[in-house]
């Protein structure tokens, strides 16, 4: 029996289980520790032979992939863990335990009491965990767990996973039947690793914010997820993929978009001006597939997705002119084309999924 269908079956309980269990949660969370007689180590005793005595067996704890959001029982344990020294939490549990706390704690205040606790005992950068912790708010809140948020975590602070990515031998997998690519022609492709500089779930790339490249273009490559990778030709954005774990186990693709520059028009106005130049001779899609299925490898990932052109946000929302910002069957016609034609099967939420081995 895991933990979470432990604590969900006692909470579940009539009479004295369930009791003692909230009259434990409670001395600890407003009472006077010393004066309530209970340990750290004695309220998880009680916790454990509260299984043991109701269910027939010890239940260990894995904070790793307990959710973190739950029912009642569980935002008890969340909210006894959050109010304890965070030392302590960290040498009796592990760090897991007091990210565990934090991912679920609702008080800003006490989530940034531990958030500086994780910062100084166990050196994480927390800027980045809170980056990580909102995306799996919009992206991953399925699998809302610490194993999922140190996946995100990891993705995000580890910029040198673009370059496990073999780029040669994916642009000649990728290239347009009848093109051939010469080392030369190879070298004038590279990729760069995009995020967004400020907590927000999508937004512009802060690599390419309104940036002049070169005098007269300019790029303004929008993300539709807190991460993405570009591939420029010649130096310059080419296209984006933008992604993000929706579980601990699966990579999901969001964006897949070519990038046009942009230029001053006879009225000063931003136009598109640029073209894409180094996208013909490549199924870019397919190109930006394969690069993403090497880095979810690399980051230990099992099973990469496609997000349906069915639950795609930009089909919902509509722009200025009250027409939607991309159709549904060009939408279909992008992710579940691209999908169905690189051997991913459709699940039951529509996107589409592969294993990558």
Known sequence: MDFVDAVQKLYSCNGAARASFERNCYEFIVGDKSVSGLSLDGFLDNLKASFSDNFGGSCDIDFATVSASGNGALINVGNVLSHLPACDVVSAFGENALLWAWLR????????????SVHRIAGRDVVLLERARRGMWHFAFNDFSVATLLKSYLIMSDKSLVSTVDL???LEKTAVQGVSFSSKRKQKYSLVPLSIDFCSENGYAAQYRWKEVVPGKIFAVYLDTPLGVCLRYKDLPNAVVGYFPSDRNTFLIHQLQGVRGLGRGADGRFELKWHARGLPVIYFRHTLVECVAEIARYAGFSRLGIQSGHNNRWTREKNKNESYHLSLERALEIYDGTAAQLGFQQA??????KAVV
């Open 105 to 116: 704690c609702t008080s800003m205040s006490v989530a940034q009491d531990l958030l500086n």
């Open 168 to 170: 040669s031998s994916v």
């Open 348 to 353: 039951d939420d529509k996107n589409w999924y």
